[in-house]
């Protein structure tokens, strides 16, 4: 059974930093894509960055210059690191890996 485990979230003020992390355990194999995505209450599940095995990135445009995501494929763990964060940034932050998700951790921002 694969599960994915989140962990990094917190309150931070505005223009702060959080590093938030993702380890997958059991059977999961080619992972192709690892991405962030975010939900904000009222608001639909965003896409916020993904990354390929080969390492190329994407991110949306409101976390550009800000955000980096990263991956140890070897762990089978991603990462996203977030800097100058904003109170629109508050949200709950998932993982995802081929279909599988994780639990959701909380980032709060506070202005």
């Known amino acids: 059974q694969v599960q994915l485990v989140e962990s990094g979230g917190g309150l931070v003020q505005a223009g702060g930093s959080l590093r938030l992390s993702c380890a997958a355990s059991?059977?999961?194999?080619?992972?192709?894509?690892m991405g962030w995505y975010r939900q904000a209450p009222g608001q639909q599940r965003e896409l916020v960055a993904r990354i390929t095995s080969s390492g190329n990135t994407h991110y949306t445009d409101s976390v550009k210059g800000r955000f980096t995501i990263s991956r140890d494929n070897a762990k089978n763990t991603v990462y996203l690191q977030m800097n100058s964060l904003k109170a629109e940034d508050t949200a709950v932050y998932y993982c995802?890996?081929?279909?599988?998700w994780g639990q959701g951790t909380q980032v709060t921002v506070s202005s």
């Open positions: 059991g059977s999961i194999f080619n992972i192709i894509v």
């Open positions: 995802a890996m081929n279909h599988y």
